[in-house]
């Protein structure tokens, strides 16, 4: 099994959509949660930190679930812009450093 | 506050070169980690440096890989003896001192082997 796993996709919705992703990992030892987003053939950019109370920020709303070991993202209000893939990371458990990616989930918003 | 610098944006080597990437953190970072994506992959770990140490090194390939991060200057990733399967994005991100957990990537750089 994958340390971390997302649905590829692509979720193609229309404008004003909402829509949301989930990622699940194996590792119930894991800590400190982390949504990027990716255009294509670009760097990875910082979306938001999930934390355990749950993380909200504008349209983007980041829950974390430990007992069944899923992080999620809702985005509301889908803008055309919002049209990326979406990456989960993750630290492991001895916290050294590492990001674990999962695959990421395509999203794509049509007019 | 200039963002993590990578160059070259673009590196086009023939089999059997050296490859060298090269980054600088964010201002006050002093912490560098490097990914690689292949193509229609993930970001895949490679390593973790701060200055003058290799903190964790296990997501490197065990040859002609090798990082560095001296006490001046910036990050250098080197490949040796290029291969064909070694083209891919390679990225460089940075996070703050003091045990901050957010990473920030640079804009990476292609390499293709010919």
């Known amino acids: 099994r994958k340390e971390v796993e997302q649905d590829p996709g692509p979720f193609n919705v229309p404008e004003g959509a909402t829509v949301a992703f989930n990622c699940t990992y194996s590792?119930?030892?894991?800590?400190?949660f982390f949504w990027y987003r990716q255009d294509c053939r670009k760097e990875p950019k910082l979306l938001m930190s999930v934390y355990s109370s749950g993380n909200e920020d504008g349209r983007f709303t980041a829950q974390l679930n430990r007992a069944s070991q899923y992080i999620s993202l809702l985005i509301r209000d889908s803008k055309l812009s919002d049209s990326a893939t979406y990456l989960c990371a993750l630290h492991g458990s001895s916290n050294t450093g590492k990001l674990i990616f999962g695959q990421g989930t395509t999203l794509q918003v049509k007019p | 506050n200039a963002g993590v610098m990578q160059n070259p944006r673009h590196l086009v080597r023939r089999r059997g070169q050296e490859a060298r990437l090269r980054c600088s953190p964010m201002k006050g970072h002093s912490h560098v980690y490097w990914y690689r994506q292949l193509p229609e992959e993930g970001l895949k770990f490679m390593v973790y440096l701060q200055k003058e140490n290799i903190i964790d090194e296990s997501g490197m390939p065990k040859e002609r890989f090798s990082a560095e991060f001296p006490k001046e200057g910036p990050s250098i990733l080197r490949i040796q003896q290029v291969v064909r399967g070694d083209s891919a994005a390679y990225f460089c991100?940075?996070?703050?001192?003091?045990?901050?957990?957010?990473?920030?990537f640079g804009p990476g750089t292609r390499l293709t082997v010919t």
């Open positions: 590792n119930s030892a894991s800590q400190s």
């Open positions: 991100a940075s996070s703050p001192d003091k045990g901050r957990l957010e990473q920030y």
